[in-house]
């Protein structure tokens, strides 16, 4: 069984920066593909970032690219995403998400909120 537990979120400014962390429980970490994904009040769950197993592989939703950057730290087993610059549609509860193959894992979701 693989637990995720993500932590980092608050209340920011527009324009400023916080650093969101996953961390997981379970050997499989280091193999497995991690995900970031948002929900808003009123709005269904959207992609945000993965990484692969190679941390040279990351890919970016458009709304936040430029903005956010994905890493992870396998000796750690953890996630980090960086989230600069940062908007008021960007206020959403924060998912992380671990896939190996023929299952999945979510967190427990950490809430951030921009103000304008």
């Known amino acids: 069984q693989v637990q995720l537990v993500e932590s980092g979120g608050g209340l920011v400014q527009a324009g400023g920066s916080l650093r969101l962390s996953c961390a997981a429980s379970?050997?499989?970490?280091?193999?497995?593909?991690i995900s970031w994904y948002r929900q808003a009040p009123g709005k269904q769950r959207e992609w945000v970032a993965t990484?692969?197993?190679?941390?040279?592989?990351?890919s970016y939703a458009d709304s936040v690219k430029g903005r956010f950057t994905i890493s992870r730290d396998n000796a750690k087993n953890t996630v980090y995403l960086q989230m600069n610059s940062l908007k008021f549609e960007d206020t959403a509860v924060y998912y992380c998400h671990l896939q190996i193959p023929l299952s999945d894992y979510w967190g427990q979701g950490t809430q951030v909120t921009v103000s304008s």
């Open positions: 990484i692969r197993r190679s941390s040279s592989f990351t």
């Open positions: 379970g050997s499989i970490f280091s193999l497995s593909v």
